[in-house]
């Protein structure tokens, strides 16, 4: 069964600092990998999608990268803004599979 | 377009009464998803629809859960005999096909609380 783990589980950082959330996943046989952004009693908005042949993906200050062989993937906020404060989740997608799984997330806190 | 909509977006009940929650996917969208989230947790998948079809409901807890997708659009989750422990946030999503090749899309989750 594949487990995901998301480090560190809270966070917070002052405004402007570059971070990185880190995301575990035992299974290599993955098909796809997501981030997601979770704001308070909000659904869950993509943030980024990496397949499994690419290695990494930018979206403006954001860039996810992915190391299948070795079950990892970070995503990299640049200059944080608290705007950037929300939950952020990290899913994984399998070879043969329709569910997503998730990790618990990481609760990022951007202060002014 | 619209997105994937729930209803209703709140919903507290008592332990042992019976609940349905509503989800409308995007039009077009063959596949539909059911994930719950607790407090504190990721998601975690209940089951999955094909069409009208429940093509995955490995995830449902246990026999109070029953979905249906009669039309092959609108979906409702049914809970039986509710107990505290069901206290979530139930997320709906849909894609386009079934299978991880389709990205899935989220609704904003209905919020249930058994009191």
């Known amino acids: 069964k594949q487990e995901v783990t998301q480090i560190p589980a809270a966070l917070s950082v002052p405004e402007g600092e570059n971070l990185v959330l880190n995301c575990s996943f035992t299974?290599?046989?993955?098909?796809?990998l997501q981030w997601f952004r979770q704001d308070p009693g909000k659904g869950l908005t993509s943030l980024l999608l990496?397949?499994?042949?690419?290695r990494e993906q930018t979206s403006g200050r954001l860039n996810a990268s992915l190391d299948k062989s070795s079950g990892r993937s970070t995503l990299y906020i640049a200059a944080s803004q608290p705007g950037d404060s929300a939950t952020y989740l990290c899913?994984?997608?399998?070879?043969?599979?329709?569910?997503?799984?998730f990790g618990k997330g990481t609760s990022l806190l951007v202060t002014p | 377009g619209a997105g994937v909509s729930q209803t209703p977006s709140n919903k507290v009940t008592e332990k042992g009464k019976y609940v349905e929650l509503r989800c409308d996917p995007i039009?077009?969208?063959?596949?539909l998803y059911w994930y719950r989230q607790s407090l504190g947790q990721g998601p975690e998948f209940l089951i999955y629809?094909?069409?009208?079809?429940?093509?995955?409901d490995s995830g449902l807890p246990n026999d109070r859960f029953f979905a249906v997708r009669p039309e092959g659009s609108v979906s409702t989750l049914k809970i039986q005999r509710t107990e505290r422990g069901d206290s979530a946030v139930y997320l709906c999503?849909?894609?386009?096909?079934?299978?991880?090749?389709?990205?899935?899309?989220f609704g904003p989750g209905t919020r249930l609380t058994v009191t």
């Open positions: 039009s077009g969208h063959t596949a």
């Open positions: 629809f094909q069409g009208t079809g429940a093509a995955d």
């Open positions: 899913a994984v997608n399998s070879n043969s599979g329709y569910a997503l799984n």
């Open positions: 299974d290599s046989a993955i098909y796809n």
């Open positions: 999503a849909s894609s386009l096909g079934g299978g991880p090749s389709y990205e899935q899309y």
């Open positions: 990496i397949q499994s042949s690419q």
